[in-house]
């Protein structure tokens, strides 16, 4: 699977940013995918993943209640809608893609990644 995310900026603190990636290659209703991101100086993380279905999602608890993960099987993308935004949750975000219809929240468990997008929150 090849992906492509964008949807990337700078956004004030308490405000809203909707990231998308655009799948092609694989049957996208094959996988199951996911975001991660990664700060300044520190490792990449999870955020949150949703099976091949849209049925069920996992979040981190970093942005639990902020964060919305939801996909379009017909439209090979899934976004994720980041709202409340804190300057903590600043970093470059990936979206990944997992030759299994099943979330996963570990980083080896994903084979495909996207180029990243970049998020900046201003406070």
């Known amino acids: 699977v090849q992906l492509q995310a964008s949807g990337g900026g700078l956004v004030q603190a308490r405000g809203s940013l909707r990231l998308s990636c655009i799948a092609s290659?694989?049957?996208?209703?094959?996988?199951?995918m996911g975001w991660f991101r990664q700060a300044p100086g520190k490792e990449r993380e999870f955020v949150s993943t949703?099976?091949?279905?849209?049925?069920?999602?996992y979040y981190a608890d970093s942005v639990k209640g902020r964060f919305t993960i939801s996909r379009d099987n017909a439209e090979n993308t899934v976004w994720l809608q980041m709202d409340s935004v804190i300057p903590e949750d600043t970093a470059v975000y990936y979206c990944?893609?997992?030759?299994?219809?099943?979330?996963?929240?570990?980083?080896?468990?994903?084979?495909?990644w996207g180029q990243g997008t970049e998020v900046t929150v201003s406070s």
């Open positions: 990944a893609a997992r030759p299994r219809q099943a979330i996963a929240t570990r980083e080896a468990e994903y084979n495909s």
């Open positions: 949703i099976n091949w279905s849209g049925a069920i999602k």
């Open positions: 290659g694989r049957s996208f209703k094959d996988v199951a």
